[in-house]
């Protein structure tokens, strides 16, 4: 098992019964090693220096106590931002309507990379999404690599509203 799902598996009963979700684990350096957790508040309010700090000092009390990494490493504990990677299948329905790249693990009608309108997730469970270049284009959640939302005026709008 790699370190960052390792990492992920530990942190993830604290982090949601103190009301967090758990975004992304990276874990990355070969000098300066880090290992980045970001996280969301489960309630959608904003993520405050304060948040950041309490899942650091629980994720730190938990990996003193585990010690799945050998060795020195920074620890950085973040939120999404409005830019955010979309990490979780329920990211793509959560997001409808917005725009986004997405890279494949396979390639998808003869291409890895596209960019275009989330149009959510068919029956399957796959993501779905308008590209300008190539129509409307299904991928299935497991051979999605990378995705995130690219920061738009409409991202910002819905951002600012959702903030009051």
């Known amino acids: 098992m790699d370190i960052a799902r390792h990492v992920a598996e ?11 979700e758990l975004v992304r684990v990276q874990f990355t350096g070969t000098t300066r090693r880090t290992l980045q957790i970001m ?26 106590v585990d010690d799945p990494i ?3 490493y920074v620890l950085e ?4 931002g409005l830019d955010r990677p979309l990490t979780r299948v329920e990211d793509f329905a959560r997001f409808a309507g917005f ?15 596209f960019s275009g309108r989330i149009v959510g997730l068919n029956d399957a469970g796959a993501v779905v999404l308008a590209s300008e270049e190539s129509g409307e284009v299904i991928v299935p959640f497991s051979n999605v690599a990378r995705a995130k939302l690219m920061l738009t005026d409409d991202l910002i709008k819905a951002a600012e509203k959702e903030q009051g």
Do not use: F, H, N, W
């Open 39 to 64: 996280a969301e508040r489960t309630d959608r309010g904003a993520m405050t220096v304060e948040d950041c700090a309490e899942i650091s000092r629980a994720a730190s009390a938990l990996l003193d």
């Open 10 to 20: 530990l942190i993830l009963p604290s982090l949601g019964d103190m009301g967090y």
């Open 77 to 80: 504990v973040s939120s999404p």
């Open 99 to 113: 725009a986004a790249k997405l890279e494949t693990v396979m390639p998808v009608s003869g291409r890895k990379r």
């Open 70 to 72: 050998a060795g020195q």
